[in-house]
């Protein structure tokens, strides 16, 4: 059974920081790309951040130079540290794993809500 939980949604004013937690399960996190993806009122889900299982990283062009995607492969956690907040930023925030097959398994959500 895959489970995908995120924590560390939050409320805060433009410019702070944030940090999002995904603790996933062993079985699908040691050989998923995990990413981080986001879902504004009105708008598709779109992708903020993703890891591989080697570390490489893929971020969107919005929010390079203030979001850090890491993997902690000893808890099995991937975390996404957001500075510099911005009201776009905005959204419920996906964990999100893809395995080696192409297949996608999602966490519930977790809302950012970032105020001016």
């Known amino acids: 059974q895959v489970q995908l939980v995120e924590s560390g949604g939050a409320s805060v004013q433009a410019g702070g920081s944030l940090r999002l937690s995904c603790a996933a399960s062993?079985?699908?996190?040691?050989?998923?790309?995990m990413g981080w993806y986001r879902q504004a009122p009105g708008k598709q889900r779109e992708l903020v951040a993703s890891?591989?299982?080697?570390?490489?990283?893929i971020y969107a062009d919005s929010v390079k130079g203030r979001f850090t995607i890491s993997r902690n492969n000893a808890n099995n956690t991937v975390n996404l540290q957001m500075n510099t907040l911005k009201p776009e930023d905005t959204a419920v925030y996906y964990c999100n794993a893809r395995d080696p097959f192409a297949r996608d398994y999602w966490g519930q959500g977790t809302q950012v809500t970032v105020s001016s």
């Open positions: 062993a079985n699908i996190f040691r050989i998923s790309r």
């Open positions: 890891i591989s299982t080697r570390g490489t990283t």
